[in-house]
């Protein structure tokens, strides 16, 4: 009897003694004198992110860590990521890293007034996203589009310019989903708020009139002013005259110079000869452009020229602009009756 009891005895102070070495190593930081980034793939397995743990010398006995995980129902509930190790976490911490998905996030931002191309580049320089898309071919991006849009002849201007956080395993085309979506909700908000009496037939219109707007100007408290004009010239029927429409047509074409030949050339872009909105925007829009579109100022301004220094003159008279021209304009500009006056930008 008392070599059961001792035996019993034994058995419970080995396995306290087990349980107080576990919880001490469990909850005793990690090998880690600095920051490091580990990396758990889609479809990878934890044996090899706590066997590359374990080479590092960053953890001791990944073994338990698995039969903790196994033992608790766990095992096969961490996610795939990669994730920062901080100096102080410990094997514990490491687990509920891996199992509440905390992983790394990086950004990338988009650029009011960019082009879906140079959004694409801005996605495709990021080394951790996962690149889907050839930035050229617009063709692979219009399923994106179908369902809202009604498959548009370009996706130009259907993206959010904004911040966007991302984590590896995402790729180019998630991005773009979100950014659509992020469009599509801005726009809706906007359109509800719109002035009365608007030249559009319906958003995607006032989504083009925001791209003219983004371009021709950078000057927030100028925006509304600048889609007043546009607005007034749609109603009276006058032709929009504005450069950046001409210079989105030309492409590659364009080498920095605007000419009296590219006002004349032939595009669906070429406002100086087509009457009303270009076919698609010129560019990604952000909401402050979109809300100046649909809330345009009041006025009788038909002209404007930029003034050099990032802002604009307006006049209400083609005479009155034309002396705009010559005081703001350098000598040499071809001069017109273009709401932008010429080839200003």
Not at 15 to 24: C, E, I, K, S, V
Not at 59 to 72: K, V
Not at 255 to 268: I, K, M, V, W
Not at 301 to 306: K, M, S
């Amino acid at each position: 009897m008392r070599l059961l009891l001792a035996l019993v005895l034994g058995c419970v102070m080995v396995t306290a003694a087990l349980a107080l070495g576990f919880r001490n190593w469990i909850d005793a930081p990690l090998n880690l004198s600095r920051s490091e980034a580990v990396e758990l793939p889609q479809g990878g397995n934890l044996r090899g992110l706590l066997s590359d743990l374990e080479s590092r010398g960053i953890l001791m006995h990944p073994f338990l860590l698995r039969c903790y995980l196994r033992i608790e129902g766990n095992a096969n509930k961490v996610r795939a990521g990669e994730y920062r190790l901080e100096p102080g976490i410990t094997a514990r911490g490491l687990i509920a890293k891996l199992l509440s998905g905390d992983v790394v996030e990086y950004a990338v931002t988009v650029v009011e007034g960019t082009t879906v191309a140079s959004m694409l580049a801005e996605f495709h320089a990021q080394p951790k996203l996962r690149r889907t898309l050839d930035s050229a071919d617009h063709a692979l991006l219009r399923p994106l589009l179908d369902e809202t849009f009604g498959g548009r002849p370009t996706p130009e201007g259907l993206f959010f310019p904004d911040t966007y956080h991302f984590h590896l395993g995402m790729s180019d085309r998630d991005l773009l989903l979100l950014s659509h979506k992020r469009l599509v909700r801005v726009l809706d908000e906007e359109w509800s708020k719109r002035a009365d009496g608007l030249p559009y037939k319906d958003a995607y219109e006032a989504l083009v009139m925001a791209s003219l707007v983004e371009r021709e100007t950078g000057k927030a408290s100028e925006r509304a002013a600048i889609s007043g004009v546009f607005v007034r010239r749609l109603q009276k029927g006058m032709l929009l005259q504005t450069d950046p429409a001409v210079i989105y047509g030309l492409g590659d074409a364009f080498d920095g110079n605007l000419t009296r030949a590219h006002l004349r050339s032939p595009s669906p872009y070429n406002t100086y000869l087509n009457p009303g909105l270009p076919p698609t925007p010129i560019a990604l829009p952000g909401r402050a452009a979109i809300h100046a579109a649909l809330n345009p100022a009041a006025g009788e301004a038909l002209y404007f020229v930029a003034r050099g220094d990032g802002s604009h003159h307006f006049s209400a008279t083609l005479a009155e602009h034309n002396r705009a021209v010559q005081k703001y304009q350098r000598a040499g500009r071809p001069k017109s009756s273009a709401a932008t006056g010429g080839t200003t930008q």
